[in-house]
């Protein structure tokens, strides 16, 4: 999985840095780059959803109608519809919760139009570690993974906060497995000069 995301964004910088004009990630969107990584993670597999709802989603008392969270990017066999959405016949031919891989995508910009961006920091102390809770936390995900996209001024910084991260992470008591993670360079046109990828296992609370 981790080779894939690589790879994908490999191809993705040299691919638009041939363009004319010559183009970087920081030119990019954030869900131009999550559509990029759900690419790259799905190329393999036989079905990906993007933007599912949790499947063991309970509203909490006094608030019936409040809307489960939703998964970046789910990976299965087949698709993945809840029982209630299509009783009977077709349940055979859906793959359950359980059966998928849910991927949560976090992408983090240390600069952003040509200034250190502020939600930086944020992305690993607060949008990480609630989407590993999420994960972790929920009765009818069995497999789990937290995706890291990390445009940095350098490989190494990239990296460096990923660690700090992963030692907080643990601190915390979140279940998760050490990131694996790659590294390429990229065209340095607003700060960023490396894009770092990391996948992160989570188990179960």
Known sequence: MVDRLHAGFTHLITRISAEDPP????????????????????????????ELPYPGFEAPAGNARAKPPRC??????????????????????MSSPEEACWVEAVLAREWRQFERCPRYATQFTDRAMRMVAQLATDERIVHARLVWIVLASSDERGRTDLASWERLAVAEGLPIGSPTIRSSPMPEVQGNAACVTAIVPVQRF
């Open 23 to 50: 183009a970087s990630l920081d030119d990019l969107s954030d869900q131009q780059l999550l559509k990029h990584a759900a690419d790259a993670l799905g190329n393999e597999a036989d079905w990906t959803g993007l």
């Open 72 to 93: 970046s990017i789910v990976l299965a066999p087949r698709e993945v519809r809840s029982t209630a959405d299509m009783p009977g016949l077709f349940n055979d031919s």
